[in-house]
């Protein structure tokens, strides 16, 4: 009876934590970080851009925000797409969909946070791995 006891009362703490964990990461997630370098298969791309996250609720299974972006070499290209999220803070993983032209782009990245910086690594759909360093935007 008193593991039963015990149980009850680190279960529900355990949980708050957890919710509370991704609250914090929610709250340092949301807004604008600027692209500071942009890594494809080792090799830095000549990138500027922006990634906005919007708050959303922790309830609701995605999160929305935008991705624009240009790329000056070897052609001027321009990008401005919407995206969803979700994050584990767990595992330290985001799963990322991409919503360019008629194409829905999955990934599925790890990612370290602090209120300053964001790393985003996966693997795009031609197997490049991809390092994206953000800085936040005051």
Do not use: H, Q
Not at 75 to 85: S, T, V
């Amino acid at each position: 009876m008193n593991s039963f006891r015990v149980l009850m009362f680190v279960l529900p703490v355990v949980l708050l934590s957890s919710c509370f964990k991704d609250k914090k990461t929610l709250n340092n997630l949301k807004g604008e970080w600027n692209i500071e370098n942009w890594y494809e298969a080792g090799v830095l791309r000549n990138i500027s851009g922006r990634m906005e996250f919007n708050d959303c609720k922790l309830r609701k299974d995605d999160c929305d925000g935008w991705l624009t972006y240009n790329e000056n070499w070897p052609i001027e290209e321009f990008l401005a797409a919407r995206f969803e999220y979700s994050f584990d803070t767990n595992d330290k993983t985001m799963e990322l969909k991409v919503f360019e032209n008629e194409a829905t782009l999955s990934y599925d990245a790890d990612f370290e946070l602090d209120e300053e910086e964001l790393i985003l690594e996966y693997f795009d759909e031609e197997n490049n791995f991809i390092r994206i360093e953000l800085r936040k935007n005051e």
